[in-house]
C-alpha cells in the first residue's frame, strides 16, 4: 500500500508538470507512444510473469530456474515487442526523430524486463522487492521531471527521455535483487512451453485490462487528433489517482492466493474487499464529479477545459473499475486464466464499441463512456460468477454435512 502512494504521488507530479508545461497535442503524442510501451510491455511476457509466480508459488520450479528462464526469454521478447511498437506507431515515431524513437524502444525493453523479474518477486511472496521494481521507475521519472522544469528544460523530447530513464536505470539493480537469493540457476528451457500454456491467457487478461483504459486515447488520436487524445489521457489519469489502494490490495491478494491456492474463503476475501472498495469508491466518485470543474482547472489549466466532462463521466466509473482490479487479480492468482481474459474481453469489446460510435461525436466524452461501459460490463460479471461460485460452494459444503 505505501508502495502504490508512493507511485501515485510520483505519477501525479510527473503528470501535473507535463500536463500544464506541454500544450494537449504535446501531453497526446506522450500518452500514445508511453501508452504503447505499457501495453507491449504486458503482452509481451506471454504470461511468463504469472506462470512464474504461480509454479514457484506451488512449488512445480524453483525460483532459479524461473530467473534463467526468464532473463534467457527476454532479449528475444524485447526484440520483438520493440519491432511492433514502432510499426504500429511509425508516424509517432518518425515526428519524434531517430533520438527519441531509440529511447522509447530502449524503454520498452526496459519495461518487459522489469515485468519479468516481478513475477519471481510475487512468487517468492516479497512484495517489497515488487513494489520497488513497480514504484522505483516512476519515482526516478518524477524526480527528472521535476528537475527538468526547475531548468525550464521540461520539454516533450525530455519528457520522453525522463520517462525512459526510469526504467533502463533501475534494470540492472531489479535483475540482481532476483537472482541474488535465489537458489541454484537453471535454464530450464523445456519449461518454457508448460509456462506460456499456463500463463498466455493471464498476459491477455492483463494486456486487455490496461488497454481497457488506453483505447480511447488510440481512437482520439486516429479520429480527432492527439489534442483529443490529451484532453482524455489528462482526465484518464486523473480519475486513476483514486485507483491505486485497489490495485495495490489486488497484488497483494493475487500473491497471497497464487501461494496459497483456490480456496473459498480466498474468494470470500476477495468478495468482502471488492464490495467495501465500490461502496467506498461511490463515494469517492461522486464528490469527484461533482467538483471535476475545480480539479481540472487546480490540477490541469485552462488549456484542458474540454476534459471536464470527460472526468465527471470517468469519476462515476471508478466504483466498478476499483471492483474489477480486486476480482480480477484474485481469479489469475487461482489460476483461472480463461475466466479473466473472457471477462476482460466483453468489457473491452464493448468499450471499443461505444468508442466507434461515440468518439467521432462527443471527442473526449465519448471515449470516457466506453471506458465507463466496458469496466461496469466487466464487474457485473465478476459479480455474477463470484455469486454464482460461492453459492455452489456452499451447496457442497451442505451436502458433506451428515
Known amino acids: 500500500m505505501a508502495s502504490r502512494g508512493l507511485t501515485r504521488v510520483s505519477q501525479v507530479v510527473a ?19 508511453t501508452s504503447a510501451i505499457f501495453l507491449a510491455g504486458q503482452i509481451g511476457t506471454l504470461g511468463l510473469r504469472q506462470a512464474a509466480a504461480y509454479r514457484i508459488g506451488q512449488k512445480i520450479m524453483s525460483d532459479g530456474e524461473a530467473v534463467g528462464v526468464l532473463a534467457a526469454f527476454w532479449p528475444i521478447a ?26 522509447a524502444l530502449i524503454a520498452c525493453a526496459a519495461v518487459l524486463l522489469l515485468n519479468l523479474m516481478q513475477g519471481v518477486f510475487l ?18 521519472q518524477s524526480v527528472f521531471a521535476a528537475l527538468l522544469w526547475l531548468f525550464g528544460a521540461l520539454t516533450l523530447d525530455t519528457a520522453l527521455w525522463s520517462f525512459a530513464a526510469g ?49 480511447g486515447v488510440f481512437f482520439l488520436s486516429g479520429a480527432d487528433g492527439e489534442v483529443a487524445a490529451g484532453q482524455f489521457f489528462a482526465a484518464q489519469r486523473a480519475s486513476e489517482i483514486f485507483l491505486e489502494l485497489a490495485t495495490a490490495a489486488g497484488l497483494v491478494l493475487f500473491s497471497e492466493t497464487a501461494r496459497g491456492g483456490a480456496t473459498r ?44 466532462d470527460a472526468l465527471r463521466i470517468l469519476a462515476i466509473g471508478l466504483a466498478p473499475a476499483a471492483a474489477v482490479r480486486i ?15 473472457g471477462i476482460v474481453f466483453g468489457g473491452m469489446a464493448l468499450n ?32 455474477a460468477l463470484c455469486w454464482v461460485q460461492l453459492r455452489a460452494s456452499k451447496q457442497t459444503e451442505n451436502m458433506r454435512q451428515p
Open 15 to 33: 503528470f501535473l508538470l507535463l500536463a500544464r508545461v506541454l500544450s494537449p497535442e504535446g501531453f497526446g503524442a506522450y500518452a500514445v507512444v
Open 78 to 103: 524485447a526484440v520483438l515487442c520493440a519491432a511492433g511498437v514502432y510499426a504500429l506507431n511509425r508516424d509517432s515515431f518518425e515526428a519524434l526523430g531517430l533520438g527519441l524513437t531509440t529511447a
Open 123 to 140: 512468487g517468492r511472496g516479497e512484495i517489497r522487492a515488487f513494489a520497488f521494481s513497480d514504484s522505483g521507475p516512476r519515482v526516478l
Open 167 to 215: 526504467f533502463i536505470l533501475l534494470a540492472p539493480m531489479v535483475i540482481w535483487m532476483a537472482a541474488r537469493p535465489a537458489n541454484k540457476l537453471d535454464l530450464a528451457i523445456v519449461q518454457v512451453p508448460a509456462m506460456v500454456r499456463h500463463g498466455f491467457l493471464f498476459a491477455v487478461s492483463a494486456f486487455l485490462v490496461m488497454l481497457q483504459g488506453r483505447i
Open 265 to 308: 474463503e480466498k474468494l470470500e476475501s476477495a468478495v468482502r474487499t471488492a464490495t467495501g472498495l465500490f461502496v467506498m469508491f461511490l463515494g469517492v466518485g461522486a464528490v469527484a464529479a461533482a467538483t471535476a470543474p475545480w480539479l481540472v482547472a487546480t490540477l490541469l489549466g485552462p488549456q484542458y477545459a474540454g476534459a471536464t
Open 327 to 341: 476480482l480480477n487479480s484474485v481469479i489469475a492468482g487461482m489460476g483461472r486464466p480463461y475466466i479473466s481474459a
Open 352 to 383: 471499443a464499441l461505444v468508442c466507434m460510435i461515440l468518439v467521432p461525436k462527443l471527442g473526449a466524452s465519448g471515449a470516457a463512456f466506453g471506458l465507463v461501459g466496458g469496466q461496469t460490463l466487466a464487474a457485473a460479471t465478476y459479480a
